[in-house]
Nanobody, 126 residues
């Protein structure tokens, strides 16, 4: 099991950028990782995922072209660069991880992750 800590959330105006970070307590190169979010009154949803090597990524349709997921395994950290933020991006953002043998598979479902951070709030005002 790996301990995950998110940071970088905040209150911003629409159109600006934020970068979220997720620090892992263990060697992140052994984990597939991803970002999810949960808006008030809604189910938690997939935002972006990244393979163990960082060579493969996937995005939810509404964030494609605006958000970029990346990882630095030397620092055991994953990032989510969020550009052109919209009010509908307001949510608690969670990072997730799971120990994996596959190098390039990107997981999109919550069931494919076993470890979760506590979340960081992102609020986008119009």
């Amino acid at each position: 099991q790996v301990h995950l800590v998110e940071s970088g959330g905040g209150l911003v105006q629409a159109g600006v950028s934020l970068r979220l970070s997720c620090a892992a307590s263990g060697p992140s190169s052994t984990y597939r990782m991803g970002w999810f979010r949960q808006a008030p009154g809604k189910e938690r949803e997939f935002v972006a995922g990244i393979s163990r090597t960082g060579g493969s990524t996937a995005y939810e349709d509404s964030v494609k072209g605006r958000f970029t997921i990346s990882r630095d395994n030397a620092k055991n950290t994953m990032y989510l660069q969020m550009n052109r933020l919209r009010p509908e991006d307001t949510a608690v953002y969670y990072c997730a991880a799971r120990l994996a043998f596959d190098l390039e598979y990107v997981a999109r479902s919550q069931a494919e992750y076993s470890d979760w951070g506590q979340g960081t709030q992102v609020t986008v005002s119009s």
